[in-house]
């Protein structure tokens, strides 16, 4: 990752200058773009004239770009009156969301301001986004589209309409004590104070860091202001079908970020196995195959699509530990594991304990499944211990 300061020449180093911002009230506004130089120009000017000199604010750029923004960044930079940084990442780790804890990480004041760099999110608000912060003393203040005084009329269409609110919806359900009194939790503008912030935590993926930090390190105060999102000064929208499938990778990894809620998706996700198992049994048999033969072969088809979810939905993050086929070998023989210790745990549970077949049954059932997801996240999606660390073990 290389970097790069810009800022007026009359204020000199801007490291030395950020370092001089008074705190607290002293705001950072992170920007991170990418290929928006038709836009980053007309941003800075309307920072410029919105926030007042008695709010020290410096502006850190965090850039993706392939284009010239980091340039025409440098070049704006020298009529503003604050401090900008540019800092260009050759690796895009996490998208947007990485870009915006790329840029808290280097912030140098108390609070920090997340915006996008297409003048859909008025810089007019920054001051009272940090003024409601101090005033209810919130570590979070969200600009939401979705109160009174606020509107998404700069979203263009129907089509992003409908997915933004779906997108609110689903989010707001799916974590319905993280995000209360979050009312716009794809909003991609709000206010931070730097100690509400656990960088080590975040796990930044696409675009929505607010739900990324919401998820993962909600401060205990959250306050909110209306804001009217506004039309794009140029160039078009990043949102894209790769976005949104990110966004939904995004989701099912905070959603199954504790272990209770890894087990029920992977129970789920069992359950959706059955579909391929029973589609290939039925075709098997038709086609002559005695049951038992095809029984096992069956099974086989059900195990390669529960891996796929797994390795998809539930586990996408730990996939780097192994080899592929290392994994694949492992969970094909812990699922097929499951078969084998089944039969004679229910012979143990009726023929020891005297329990009816049927309980018996659905106890085994409850049993093999917890071991194999224990089984399988212990023995598939761990990391492996190091040699170093088993030799002082």
Not at 213 to 220: E, Q
Not at 360 to 373: C, D, E, P, Y
Request: charged letters at 20%; proline letters at 6%; aromatic letters at 8%.
């Amino acid at each position: 990752m290389s970097q790069e300061y810009t800022a007026p020449e009359e204020l000199g180093d801007p490291s030395v200058a950020a370092a001089e911002v008074p705190e607290p009230g002293a705001v950072t506004i992170v920007v991170p773009t990418f290929n928006e130089s038709a836009n980053v120009r007309q941003l800075l000017r309307m920072i410029t004239e919105s926030v007042p000199s008695r709010l020290p604010c410096e502006v850190v750029f965090v850039d993706d770009s392939t284009d010239d923004t980091p340039q025409v960044i440098k070049e704006a930079a020298q009529d503003c009156p604050f401090p900008v940084t540019v800092i260009h990442r050759d690796e895009p780790v996490g998208g947007l969301g990485g870009a915006v804890v790329e840029g808290m990480k280097a912030a140098g004041s108390d609070w920090i301001v997340a915006m996008d760099g297409d003048c859909q999110h008025p810089p007019s608000l920054v001051p009272e986004l940090v003024a409601t912060g101090e005033r209810t003393n919130a570590g979070l203040v969200v600009a939401s589209r979705y109160i009174k005084g606020g509107s998404r009329a700069g979203l263009a269409g129907s089509y992003r309409v409908a997915v933004s609110r779906g997108a609110t919806w689903l989010t707001k359900a799916l974590f319905p004590r993280r995000l209360h009194g979050i009312s716009d939790p794809m909003s991609g503008f709000f206010a931070i104070r730097r100690s509400d912030i656990t960088a080590d935590v975040l796990k930044p993926l696409g675009y929505k860091i607010l739900l990324e930090l919401a998820v993962r390190s909600r401060p205990r105060t959250v306050a909110e202001v209306p804001f009217v999102f506004q039309d794009r000064f140029a160039g078009e929208s990043k949102s894209t079908a790769a976005e949104g499938r990110r966004f939904l990778r995004h989701l099912a990894g905070l959603r199954t970020a504790d272990p209770l809620s890894r087990m029920v998706v992977f129970g789920l996700i069992g359950l959706t196995g059955f579909v391929p198992n029973l589609a290939a049994l039925w075709a098997m048999t038709q086609a002559g195959l005695h049951y038992l033969p095809a029984e096992i072969v069956a099974n086989q088809f059900g195990v390669a699509w529960n891996f796929l979810l797994i390795e998809k939905l539930l586990f996408r993050d730990r996939r780097a530990h192994r080899h592929w086929a290392d994994r694949t070998v492992r969970f094909a023989l812990l699922a097929n594991a499951d078969l084998v210790l089944r039969l004679p745990l229910i012979a143990l549970l009726v023929g020891q304990f005297g329990l009816a077949v049927l309980p018996a049954t659905a106890l085994a059932l409850v049993i093999t499944f917890v071991l194999r997801f224990v089984g399988t996240e212990a023995l598939v999606y761990l990391p492996r211990r190091s040699r170093t660390a088993r030799s002082t073990a």
